[in-house]
């Protein structure tokens, strides 16, 4: 005689008598209100854009009417024509270039090894050096003191390391990195280091590799702020050469708004240009991240969230 308890279930007729799960009422209307809800805000959120790169190609004259929404009136170039043959719009471009990756990659290094170096609970005076970065989130030295300090002492008015320096680190993206650090298993690195890794071979090798979700999305935050920053080059460049292009777009924004006129623009064509230079200088700034990022996205949520709790 067969026991009943150790026979085995015939599972064709449990998934027959089972049945499919359905989802309840609840869970069906709240499901209608997310996607509801969700599709709003991408509405919301993508209608600026929308309305923008319009703007950016469409007429003086249907802008001024106040007719241009999301699809451009009266394709017109103009604009972007005047900008883009200025050579020094690519030469603050490529400065633009420069100044990102270079401080994006110094700000990193600064940040991965402080973050990982207070997150190990061995390190002595651990509490101070984490009391002092946080100490600087809410007291600051103020504008006057810091153009002081960088264009006087340090020397550095008019180069690249007073673009690169100053806000080369920033408090908030060191103490979510230390968090991830701090949660990273212990087990990997005693196992590195009994194979004879040093401490820099085990953070080169073992931890560095093992987080790229932060530290994609930390470059993700440096780069964007580097990208879009233009009060330190206002501040400390006075040579047009050496301007961002950030600065370069303000400059050609100012003149259009204030005389209507553009380097370059005269008669039909400067009031064309005055009409969508804002359009068009926001466009052609934001475009370069709007490439890079679909490239570390599927990175940006997970890194973000693996460091921002810690248990």
Do not use: H
Not at 109 to 119: P, R
């Amino acid at each position: 005689m067969t026991d009943p308890l150790t026979a085995t279930p015939d599972i064709a007729a449990v998934r027959t008598e089972g049945g499919t799960v359905r989802d309840g009422t609840g869970y069906r209307i709240f499901r209608v209100v997310n996607v509801s809800l969700l599709g709003l805000v991408c509405v919301v959120t993508l209608y600026p854009f929308v309305n923008l790169v319009a703007k950016a190609f469409s007429s003086e004259g249907y802008i001024a009417a106040g007719q241009v929404n999301l699809i451009p009136r009266g394709f017109n170039t103009t604009t972007f024509t005047a900008v883009m043959s200025d050579p020094m719009f690519w030469t603050n471009y490529k400065n633009t270039i420069i100044y990102t990756v270079l401080g994006t990659i110094i700000a990193m290094v600064l940040t991965t090894t402080y973050a990982y170096a207070l997150s190990r609970p061995q390190l002595k005076a651990r509490g101070f050096f984490v009391g002092i970065a946080v100490f600087t989130m809410f007291f600051g030295g103020g504008l006057i003191p810091n153009y002081i300090l960088v264009a006087s002492y340090l020397g550095w008015r008019n180069s690249i390391w007073a673009i690169v320096i100053p806000g080369a680190l920033s408090v908030f993206n060191l103490l979510v990195m230390k968090s991830f650090f701090e949660n990273f298993p212990v087990e990997l690195e005693e196992a590195a280091s009994i194979d004879g890794l040093s401490t820099y071979g085990v953070f080169g090798r073992i931890v560095l590799p093992l987080s790229k979700a932060v530290l994609a999305t930390m470059t993700l935050f440096y780069a964007v702020s580097m990208w879009n920053s233009w009060f330190s080059a206002f501040l400390y460049l006075d040579k047009k050469e050496l301007f961002p292009v950030t600065v370069y777009l303000r400059s050609l924004i100012a003149a259009a708004t204030g005389s209507q006129e553009v380097t370059g623009g005269a008669g039909t064509d400067a009031v064309q240009i005055g009409a969508n230079i804002q359009s068009v200088t926001m466009l052609l700034t934001v475009l370069p991240i709007i490439c890079f990022y679909p490239f570390i996205q599927r990175y940006f949520v997970s890194g973000v969230m693996l460091g921002s709790v810690k248990g």
